[in-house]
C-alpha cells in the first residue's frame, strides 16, 4: 500500500498528537512550501532525506510513439531529486536484510 | 532552501504551533516517508509527486583506473516522479 497525505497526517496525529485539522492542514502546507520554493527556481535540501533540484532542458525534436507523427518538444524546466546518502543506506540495509522481500514488493509496484 | 529555512516558513505560517512542534512534524514527516521508501512502499502525494525505489539488477562493471572487471551487486535505488501540478508549476504554467 502506498503512503498517501493521509497517512502523513495520521502520522502527526499519533506520533505528536496535534488534531486532525491541524495535521491534515500540516502536511498540505509542507508539501506547498516545497513546490512554491521550486516553482520560485529554489533548490530544496531536506538533510538526511534528499535534494529536489531543478534542470533546464534544451528543446528537442519528439515524436508521437503511436501515431510517429514529429511534434517538437520544447525547452523546459523540470525537477529532480537525489536521495541523501542517509536515505540510501537505508533502503540498502532493508535490501540486505530482506531482499526477497523488497524484491517483490518494488517489482510489484513498478 | 533548507530544512530548517522550511521550518522557519512554516512556523510564520502556523502561528498556533510552536516552532520546536513544526521542527519535530518536519522530522515526523520525512522519518515516515524515508520509512515507507526503505520499506519498498510507494509515496504517493497527489499535485507533488511519487516516490518509489527501482530495482538495479546486477552488473559486470569495470575499474576504470586498472581496466579490471568487477562484478557489481544489484540494489535498490529511491526514485521521484514530479506530479502534474509541481512539473506545471517549475515550466511557468505551461507543459
Not at chain 2, 530544512?3 to 505560517?13: D, F, G, N, V
Amino acid at each position: 500500500m502506498a503512503l498517501t497525505k493521509a497517512d502523513l497526517a495520521e502520522g502527526l496525529f499519533n506520533e505528536l498528537g496535534l488534531n486532525k485539522r491541524e495535521a491534515k492542514e500540516f502536511v498540505e502546507m509542507f508539501f506547498e512550501n516545497v513546490r512554491t520554493a521550486l516553482a520560485e527556481g529554489q533548490q530544496v535540501k531536506l538533510s538526511g532525506f534528499g535534494n529536489f533540484g531543478l534542470r533546464e532542458k534544451n528543446p528537442r525534436p519528439g515524436r508521437n510513439p503511436k501515431t510517429g507523427e514529429e511534434i517538437p518538444i520544447t525547452a523546459r524546466t523540470v525537477v529532480t531529486f537525489r536521495a541523501s546518502h542517509k536515505l540510501k543506506e537505508r533502503v540498502e540495509e532493508n535490501a540486505r536484510l530482506h531482499a526477497e522481500q523488497l524484491k517483490s514488493k518494488v517489482q510489484a509496484n513498478a | 532552501m533548507t530544512k530548517s529555512e522550511l521550518i522557519a516558513a512554516l512556523s510564520a505560517r502556523q502561528p498556533q504551533l510552536q516552532p520546536r512542534d513544526v521542527e519535530l512534524a518536519v522530522k515526523e514527516l520525512l522519518e515516515q516517508m524515508s520509512a515507507a521508501l526503505a520499506a519498498g512502499d510507494r509515496i504517493e502525494v497527489r499535485g507533488f509527486g511519487s516516490f518509489s525505489l527501482h530495482y538495479r539488477p546486477p552488473r559486470v562493471g569495470r575499474n576504470p583506473k586498472t581496466g579490471e572487471a568487477v562484478q557489481v551487486p544489484d540494489k535498490f535505488v529511491p526514485h521521484f516522479k514530479p506530479g502534474k501540478e509541481l512539473r506545471e508549476r517549475v515550466n511557468n504554467g505551461s507543459e
